[in-house]
Each structure stands twice: as structure tokens, then as C-alpha cells.
């Protein structure tokens, strides 16, 4: 079964108003469409440059706009937060959700994780839910009961239409902006146990067709690799996504996959 192939870009908190056009512009110029064939690109900058992004982008489908984050109450009185039906009437695509920088710094524990990924379905916008776990997870040999629990306690409860629209995104901690990427045999080995998770909780065809994206240190110098294993279906790339030609060629790199 072909799954959606996904190139994201995370910028995180960077970025000027004038910085973030000028990315848009140079990517606009290089990208190679020849080489982009079936790649959803995925943007997610702050939440400042979101509405110029997709006015920029709107005349290129093959390019989404994500938001980093969104609340997990439909409105009300949260000073300084942002929620997904705000994000939808500015036609934003996405939105990442439970990004571990989220869990780490802002207290974001499963159940809020749960309710944003329900906010976020019902406006219709696409949830890249993050799961991953610390290296202390890792070294103790507790990595994949980690990430079962992550998935089961977020995801349980979805319907198998709602899981079309959620992709996944496996991001190890101790790879984020460390320069420390999973080997292709860890991501690809988290990869298959996520699938079997997904088949145990919705079924063999929704797992089969849930895409599952890698983050974590991903580069223009290792995505090909990284790409080719059967069961990574793409990137979550922060720190390479922040130069136009570097992500492109991480772009490219998935663009070269053929299911
Ligand atoms: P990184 O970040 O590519 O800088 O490691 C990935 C992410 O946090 O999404």
C-alpha cells in the first residue's frame, strides 16, 4: 500500500519576518519539481509567518503550512495561546503536536497531547504527532514499551478514518539537534514496532498506510539513507531545514523513493 512520502520542515524559534520570506523565495526558485514527484513538503515556522506562508504558497500545492503547535481547548481564556480553529481560518494544513520540546519545557504530558490531536481533527487539519524516547529509555532497554505507551495513549480511541489523517513523526530525544542520528537499523526497527502497535489498535490496513516520518539530526548527508529503509517514510527536519538548499536536497532525497 503507497503511503504519503512527507519532507517537514521545523524551524522551531527562528527565524526574522524578512528571513522566512527569503526562504520561501529560494525555494520557489530551485525546486527541481522533476525531483519533488509525490513529496508532500510540509513548513512549519513560527506561528508570526504562518498566514504570509500560506498567501506565498498558495499557488503551490505540493507545499503545506504547519503550525508548531495548538491549544488543547477549542477558545477561551488562554492568554498567549493559539488554537486549531484559529490556525484553520488562516488556512494552515497542519500541526505539529506533542513535539518533545513541547513535553520537555512546556509540561505537555499525554493527556493535553491526546486533546490537541482531537482539536486538530476536528478542524480538519492534519496532527504530525511526535513520540520518542530519552536516551536514558534507550540505554535501559525500555525504548519501544516507551513509545507503545506514547501511541496507545494518544491515539487510542481514533477512528480508522481519523488515522488517514494523522501522520506520525518517531524522533528519538537524545537525536534531536544533537548531530546524534538513530542508525537506519534503530529508526527502521521503531518504525516496524509502531506499525505493529498501529495494527494491533486500527487494523492492518490503517497501519500499512499511516505514514511514519524520522526526526532527529536528519541531514541532506544522511536522509538518503535513512530514507531507503522500507518502513521510514519520510522527515521531521529541524536544524538542516532552516537553509533553503539544504533542505531541498533532503527533499530530494525522499523524492527518490519509490514504494
Ligand atoms: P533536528 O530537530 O533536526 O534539529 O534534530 C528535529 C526536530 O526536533 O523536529
Same mark, same amino acid.
Given at each position: 500500500?503507497?503511503r504519503r512520502?512527507v519532507?517537514?520542515?521545523?524551524?522551531?524559534?527562528?527565524?526574522?519576518?524578512?528571513?522566512?520570506?527569503?526562504?520561501?523565495?529560494?525555494?520557489?526558485?530551485?525546486?527541481?519539481?522533476?525531483?519533488?514527484?509525490?513529496?508532500?513538503?510540509?513548513?512549519?515556522?513560527?506561528?508570526?509567518?504562518?498566514?504570509?506562508?500560506?498567501?506565498?504558497?498558495?499557488?503551490?500545492?505540493? &507545499?503545506? =503550512?504547519? %503550525?508548531?503547535?495548538?491549544? +488543547?481547548?477549542?477558545?477561551?481564556? *488562554?492568554? !498567549? #495561546?493559539?488554537?486549531?480553529?484559529?490556525?484553520?481560518? &488562516?488556512? =494552515?494544513? %497542519?500541526?505539529?503536536?506533542? +513535539?518533545?520540546?513541547?513535553?520537555? *519545557?512546556? !509540561? #505537555?504530558?499525554?493527556?493535553?497531547?491526546?486533546?490537541? &490531536?482531537?482539536?486538530?481533527?476536528?478542524?480538519?487539519?492534519?496532527?504530525?504527532?511526535?513520540?520518542?524516547?530519552?536516551?536514558?529509555?534507550?540505554?535501559?532497554?525500555?525504548?519501544?514499551?516507551?513509545?507503545?505507551?506514547?501511541?496507545?495513549?494518544?491515539?487510542?480511541?481514533?477512528?480508522?478514518?481519523?488515522?488517514?489523517?494523522?501522520v506520525?513523526?518517531?524522533?528519538?530525544?537524545?537525536?534531536?539537534?544533537?548531530?546524534?542520528?538513530?542508525?537506519?537499523?534503530?529508526?527502521?526497527?521503531?518504525?516496524?514496532?509502531?506499525?505493529?502497535?498501529?495494527?494491533?489498535?486500527?487494523?492492518?490496513?490503517?497501519?500499512?498506510?499511516?505514514s511514519i516520518?524520522?526526526?532527529?539530526?536528519?541531514?541532506?548527508?544522511?536522509?538518503?539513507?535513512?530514507?531507503?529503509?522500507?518502513?521510514?517514510d519520510?522527515?521531521?527536519?529541524?536544524?538542516?531545514?532552516?537553509?533553503?538548499?539544504?533542505?531541498?536536497?533532503?527533499?530530494?532525497?525522499?523524492?527518490?523513493?519509490?514504494?
Amino acid at each position: 500500500m503507497s503511503r504519503r512520502r512527507v519532507a517537514a520542515a521545523n524551524w522551531k524559534m527562528n527565524k526574522s519576518f524578512a528571513e522566512a520570506e527569503l526562504f520561501v523565495e529560494r525555494l520557489l526558485e530551485d525546486i527541481d519539481p522533476d525531483k519533488t514527484e509525490g513529496v508532500h513538503i510540509v513548513l512549519t515556522p513560527p506561528y508570526i509567518h504562518l498566514q504570509n506562508l500560506v498567501e506565498m504558497l498558495t499557488l503551490n500545492e505540493g &507545499i503545506a =503550512v504547519a %503550525a508548531q503547535n495548538c491549544h +488543547h481547548e477549542a477558545q477561551g481564556a *488562554y492568554t !498567549g #495561546e493559539v488554537s486549531a480553529s484559529m490556525l484553520k481560518s &488562516i488556512d =494552515v494544513d %497542519a500541526v505539529l503536536v506533542g +513535539h518533545s520540546e513541547r513535553r520537555q *519545557y512546556f !509540561g #505537555e504530558n499525554d493527556m493535553i497531547v491526546s486533546k490537541k &490531536i482531537h482539536r486538530a481533527l476536528e478542524n480538519d487539519l492534519m496532527p504530525v504527532y511526535c513520540c520518542g524516547e530519552t536516551l536514558e529509555q534507550r540505554e535501559s532497554g525500555a525504548h519501544l514499551g516507551t513509545v507503545t505507551h506514547q501511541i496507545e495513549a494518544a491515539l487510542t480511541g481514533l477512528s480508522a478514518q481519523q488515522m488517514q489523517q494523522l501522520v506520525i513523526a518517531y524522533e528519538p530525544v537524545w537525536a534531536i539537534g544533537t548531530g546524534k542520528t538513530a542508525t537506519v537499523e534503530q529508526a527502521g526497527e521503531m518504525h516496524q514496532h509502531i506499525r505493529s502497535v498501529l495494527e494491533r489498535l486500527f487494523g492492518k490496513e490503517s497501519a500499512e498506510s499511516t505514514s511514519i516520518l524520522y526526526g532527529g539530526s536528519v541531514k541532506a548527508s544522511n536522509a538518503a539513507e535513512l530514507f531507503a529503509h522500507p518502513h521510514i517514510d519520510g522527515g521531521l527536519v529541524g536544524g538542516a531545514s532552516l537553509d533553503p538548499e539544504e533542505f531541498l536536497a533532503i527533499v530530494y532525497a525522499l523524492g527518490h523513493k519509490r514504494f
